[in-house]
């Protein structure tokens, strides 16, 4: 499992002249993020109480099994490029505002965190995680469904953003030699 995690902060504010408060997304601000730390950590927040077991530069190879970080920007198509790069075969990709979003050549599984967003794109959306917070159903309940539905993947069928024909124009990589 690969997450994405907002990177080494002070280093790359020094280098970049930027601000530890700074959020690069509209759509996150939107959404009541105030900075990249808090989306960081919400990152974190997704995965659990397992242990971490190793980090990672962007697009660097993992060869750890597990739970591990790679350090990505907070931008979703240059993380998920990253993450592919690194060698992530299939994404399980959570969106609260409903992003349109596919990663060829890796299928992405994506997850609506709540029921309002299931209902305005529920055909854009592989499964619907917003029944946590509405108490219909329990989190090991949905992470079931979830399992599931990554077993159908690894076995040849289709996610909604391949149905849509989604994911050519999400290949973007992170220039870091512009920040340097």
Request: charged residues 20%; contains cysteine; hydrophobic residues 35%.
């Amino acid at each position: 499992m690969m997450a994405t995690y907002g990177g080494q902060f002070t280093l790359t504010c020094k280098r970049t002249g930027s601000e530890m408060n700074n959020n690069p997304s509209a759509g996150n601000k939107a959404g009541g993020l105030t900075t990249v730390l808090e989306k960081s950590l919400g990152g974190i927040a997704k995965a659990g109480t397992t242990s971490l077991m190793d980090v990672y530069e962007y697009a660097e190879p993992v060869t750890a099994k597990g739970l591990v970080f790679m350090d990505t920007p907070g931008y979703d198509p240059m993380a998920v490029t990253g993450q592919i790069a690194g060698g992530a075969n299939l994404l399980c990709f959570t969106t609260g505002r409903g992003s349109a979003f596919g990663a060829k050549p890796t299928p992405c599984l994506k997850l609506s965190t709540n029921n309002a967003l299931w209902q305005r794109q529920r055909d854009d959306m592989d499964l619907n995680c917003g029944t946590i917070v509405d108490g219909e159903e329990t989190i090991e309940q949905v992470g079931e469904r979830i399992y599931q539905r990554i077993i159908e993947l690894a076995s040849g069928h289709r996610s909604r953003s391949e149905e849509l024909g989604y994911g050519s124009q999400e290949f973007v990589p992170w220039i870091m030699n512009s920040i340097m």
